[in-house]
């Protein structure tokens, strides 16, 4: 009896000084195994660290096998609880941190992963609403493109429904604040020359309290103005009207009077750049204008070659992409973009958001299609094929919520 005592002490004191078993990893390595397991639905399967094994084999080698008889059955049993127990606690742990992941940044996705950042076609049942959101520093307003079922709503009542729904935070942008008002959708209609009414089409009025903060600071205007634009130009609305209370026209600071509103094309002639508020967040499309008084489709690929640090944005086409010029042919919706000869590309992000931004730019000068030349190393960039007529883009950043 004296020596199964002491052969259970010293059974206690080899276990006492096993190795401590914990997860080394950093936070880095933890998210990337969620964001894996993620993606291939697929559980983990979870294996006793190799040190605590080896320890374990060595304590039973040292055991005498009358000893090993005598405990086979209760070490077992308590090996299988301790791992069963040890796998239900790690399982957990990395529940949660799965959990924690999805609801931090899931809250849209893509449409296509060829596709990333532009909309090709809008499907059956489906319509386009876009929301012209300023960045996190209000420098550019970014079109977040969203297609939500088909219904009798108006396209502004769409814009109040699914606003509070726009994954501001996880996109990397700052607040949408045209719900913050009054916006009333108007079909305009007008009398003709010869007497008949006349359908010209939809505009907008939009009415903000008096005194209202738009009235006070020197970027609201440009900020507001532009956020207008870049939401009702993508629903083919004409105009925007303001209203302050029961008064035309919204008084801007530094203004002498106030602004009646603004009209709304369709085509602006924008270029595209790049914007992205950190490696956390994702890149999406930035039309902007520039300074430039004279710019066509050429200056505007010129110019994108460029970053802009004081507006936050990236250039679209990589420095060393040489663009020797384009063609338009009189008659002819498409342009046809010529690289230097042998210029070598290949199919991976930097270079399908490169075709993204011409697409998307093509479309902002109302070109109908983009065919390229000086390319012979690879056929197509994302959904590009490089030597064939790709109809222009519908919209830039389309998104799908998540949690409709």
Do not use: C
């Not at 009209?263 to 902007?288: G, I, M, N, R």
């Not at 930097?350 to 075709?355: D, G, L, N």
């Amino acid at each position: 009896m004296q020596d199964k005592k002491l052969q259970d002490k010293y059974i206690i004191d080899l276990l006492k000084e096993m190795p401590n078993v914990r997860d080394e990893r950093s936070k880095q390595e933890v998210f990337a195994k969620v964001e894996a397991g993620l993606r291939k639905r697929k559980q983990k399967q979870w294996i006793m660290p190799l040190i605590s094994m080896a320890a374990v084999a060595s304590l039973l080698f040292l055991l005498t096998p009358p000893f090993m008889d005598q405990m086979h059955h209760n070490n077992k049993a308590e090996k299988s609880e301790f791992k069963s127990n040890e796998n239900q606690i790690s399982m957990k742990a990395e529940t949660g941190k799965m959990d924690k992941a999805v609801s931090d940044v899931q809250h849209f996705d893509r449409l296509d992963p060829f596709q990333g950042n532009v909309l090709n076609e809008i499907p059956t049942g489906k319509v386009l609403i876009t929301f012209g959101v300023p960045d996190k520093n209000a420098q550019t307003v970014i079109p977040v493109s969203v297609l939500v079922d088909e219904s009798k709503e108006t396209p502004v009542a769409e814009l109040y429904e699914y606003a509070p729904q726009l994954p501001l935070e996880d996109l990397g942008l700052g607040e949408f604040n045209l719900t913050n008002y009054d916006m009333k959708m108007v079909d305009e209609i007008v009398t003709d020359d010869q007497g008949q009414k006349v359908d010209v089409g939809d505009y907008v009025t939009i009415t903000v309290p008096e005194g209202s903060d738009l009235e006070h600071g020197t970027d609201t205007r440009e900020i507001f103005n532009e956020s207008v634009n870049e939401t009702f130009r993508w629903l083919n609305f004409s105009k925007a009207e303001y209203y302050s209370g029961t008064k035309n026209g919204i008084l801007f600071e530094q203004m002498s009077a106030p602004e009646s509103g603004i009209q709304v094309y369709k085509h602006q002639s924008k270029a595209y750049w790049l914007y992205q508020f950190d490696e956390k967040h994702p890149v999406l499309l930035a039309p902007y204008k520039g300074d430039l008084e004279q710019y066509d489709f050429e200056i505007a690929l010129r110019e994108m070659q460029k970053d802009i640090p004081e507006r936050g944005l990236k250039a679209s086409i990589p420095a060393d992409v040489v663009i020797e010029g384009v063609t338009e042919t009189k008659g002819d919706p498409n342009v046809v973009v010529k690289f230097k000869p042998g210029t070598v590309l290949e199919n991976n992000e930097v270079y399908m958001q490169m075709m993204e931004a011409i697409m998307m730019t093509a479309a902002d000068f109302a070109l109908g299609s983009v065919s390229f030349e000086g390319v012979d190393n690879i056929d197509q960039i994302g959904n590009v094929m490089l030597k064939e007529k790709n109809p222009v883009p519908i919209a830039p950043n389309p998104i799908i919520l998540m949690n409709p």
